[in-house]
């Protein structure tokens, strides 16, 4: 079946747009982005975190930024409105923008192969010059579960295999972090005192997902361990703080030639478990990653 789009205004996000394969639906804002504000599935909870952002006025939700060259902070324009069109397989969301180089931004929605939904998130150099730069997206959830994300595996028993970084504040000993064999699970902020926490992994297995305890959201992506990534060679990056947790997935640095573009894949599902799942208890988490 393939994708059907269709307005409308929601109280939350304003003028957005429908897409749906008569699975999975998501709602994207118009008014600004491009930006996912909801992932439901069969009439399933939405989880992804879209409240209003009281300091820029707008909804949170998924969305996209740019790393520049010897830069980690995230640039991301999103205060003109989104353009789309349809395409053989699913629709384009563009949007413009001015700052920091002529560059393009764009998010394509289609139907993944295997089921579920593919979001490819684009960069086009608009500008006379080459950029150099990292595409990263980050996806917000509601405070009430957890995130994981798999341990990395790498088989060359001379050379470090797993990466893990803490942004500053952070302590290893937080209650919050959860450190297992096979994942990281990183739980959610109890009151608005605690300090933020983010945690960043080189992530050779390319997934990470959130839980609210049985609705799961899974997301996949591909991960070169050949490649130079941003926050020192972290793909995956987990954050906990009052109001909303996230994940980030970030693609390796690419040097854009004028015309051209770079992209960022991720596949999403929304697995449902049949057991409760919580942040620390891996053997529970172990079995519903194995029978998905």
């Given at each position: ?13 304003g003028h957005a747009a429908v897409v749906s394969d008569g699975d999975m639906e998501l709602i994207v804002s118009l008014d ?194 050949s490649a130079l990534y941003p926050f020192y060679s972290c793909s995956t990056i987990a954050t906990s703080e009052f109001r ?49």
């Amino acid at each position: 079946m393939s994708l059907i789009v269709n307005e409308i205004n929601d109280s939350i996000c304003g003028h957005a747009a429908v897409v749906s394969d008569g699975d999975m639906e998501l709602i994207v804002s118009l008014d600004y982005g491009p930006r996912i504000v909801s992932v439901t599935k069969g009439g399933s909870k939405n989880l992804i975190y879209n409240e209003v952002d009281e300091q820029y006025g707008r909804s949170h939700g998924h969305k996209m930024r740019i790393t520049l060259e010897r830069s980690t902070n995230g640039i991301y324009c999103d205060d003109l409105p989104v353009r789309y069109s349809p395409m053989t397989d699913g629709v384009r969301f563009v949007q413009t923008a001015a700052q920091p180089v002529a560059l393009e931004l764009s998010m394509d929605i289609t139907k993944a192969p295997e089921g579920g939904i593919m979001i490819v998130h684009s960069v086009l150099n608009k500008s006379d010059d080459y950029v150099k730069l990292s595409i990263y997206t980050e996806t917000p959830f509601d405070n009430s579960g957890f995130v994981f994300v798999p341990q990395s595996n790498v088989p060359e028993t001379e050379k470090p295999g797993r990466i893990l970084t803490l942004w500053h504040g952070v302590s290893w000993t937080d209650p919050r972090l959860h450190f297992f064999n096979q994942y990281i699970c990183v739980g959610n902020t109890e009151n608005e005192l605690q300090h933020r926490l983010k945690l960043g992994s080189n992530n050779t297995a390319g997934w990470c997902g959130y839980s609210d305890g049985r609705s799961c959201f899974i997301k996949r992506y591909v991960h070169s361990r050949s490649a130079l990534y941003p926050f020192y060679s972290c793909s995956t990056i987990a954050t906990s703080e009052f109001r909303h947790m996230s994940i980030q997935t970030t693609s390796p640095f690419y040097r854009i030639a004028p015309g051209e573009n770079a992209r960022h894949v991720e596949y999403w599902t929304l697995p449902e478990s049949e057991k409760e799942l919580c942040a620390s208890d891996a053997a529970a988490l172990d079995e519903f990653i194995n029978s998905i």
